[in-house]
């Protein structure tokens, strides 16, 4: 499933947090892999709260995203940074589309996650990696701490920068 | 909580959690000054909104904004600050004392300048 969306509109979808930069830093580190906007980015959602499972494929627009912020961007953050940014944002937009849920709030230190999501206040951990050889073990060391930790349910969403690709899943 | 407060709390949340993701990418580009600047602002916002969920009789939130208040006193460069908040919260909700202890152990190892 094609799902046409815009790095600009995460500040509409998720209005409690500030997503400047975070737009950004995502058209810098695709543009980076060579690719070309709309960027394409295959996204697996699974057990989504209101959405259930579907793999999908975020056509994602840059319009709105001004060249000079894009360069001050990589000016300003590593890569290793940016590409931790960009999957705050494809987190973000996989979860609006996938059940129209909103990231609240920033998670308190100590949590070992990184988000907050809709009022049940699930938790939601991010990561980025530059290889996809890295996603699986992100993938499982991520789960299996906020297993320990989360009571109620969590989200985790880990992406990968080399095809691109991310996985997105809530674990109750 | 009246109708009035319960809007102000919102609003004051909202840019509480700016300010402190303001922070982290200050923190994430290098630029310490600027970290500090907003960590403290986020402080300082956490402190009026664990007030306001206290008045509310809401302990839980009000016992996160605390520790979320202490926790971005020494990520702002404020440890002492930070140490004589997270000793009054140990006192005053002992069950919470050994996750606090944790969070301490994670800030001492993550952030060790801000401790000096």
Redesign the interface.
């Known amino acids: 499933m094609d799902i046409v969306t815009a790095l600009v509109d995460l500040a509409e979808m998720h209005p409690e947090l500030e997503w400047e930069e975070i737009a950004a830093a995502t058209v810098t580190v695709l543009e980076d892999r060579g690719l070309e906007a709309p960027f394409e980015f295959p996204l697996a959602l699974t057990d989504l709260p209101r959405f259930g499972s579907a793999e999908v494929r975020l056509c994602l627009n840059r319009e709105g995203i001004p060249a000079g912020r894009v360069a001050r961007l990589r000016r300003t953050y590593d890569l290793a940074r940016r590409i931790e940014l960009a999957a705050i944002a494809i987190a973000g937009l996989g979860l609006y589309h996938g059940g129209r849920h909103e990231i609240t709030d920033v998670a308190a230190r100590g949590s070992g996650a990184d988000y907050l999501v809709d009022d049940a206040t699930h938790f939601l951990e991010v990561a980025g990696r530059s290889r996809r050889s890295d996603l699986e073990a992100a993938w499982q060391q991520r789960q299996q701490r906020l297993a320990d930790r989360a009571a109620g349910g969590f989200y985790l969403c880990v992406v990968e920068l080399e095809t691109p690709s991310g996985r997105l899943a809530f674990f109750a | 909580m009246a109708e009035g407060s319960h809007r102000l709390n919102n609003l004051l949340?909202?840019v509480k959690?700016?300010e402190?993701?303001?922070a982290?990418?200050a923190e994430?580009?290098g630029d310490r000054p600027e970290a500090a600047l907003h960590f403290l602002a986020a402080a300082h916002l956490e402190l009026v909104l664990a007030s306001d969920y206290e008045h509310a009789g809401d302990t839980e939130l009000a016992l996160?904004s605390h520790?979320?208040a202490a926790?971005c006193f020494w990520?702002g460069g404020r440890p002492e600050q930070a140490q004589a908040l997270f000793q009054t919260l140990m006192q005053t909700q002992p069950a919470e004392a050994a996750?606090i202890r944790?969070?301490l152990e994670?800030?001492s190892r993550d952030h060790p300048a801000q401790a000096s």
Do not use: F, G, W
């Open positions: 949340a909202t959690s700016r402190v993701q303001r982290m990418l994430m580009r996160r520790i979320s926790s990520r996750q944790k969070l994670e800030l």
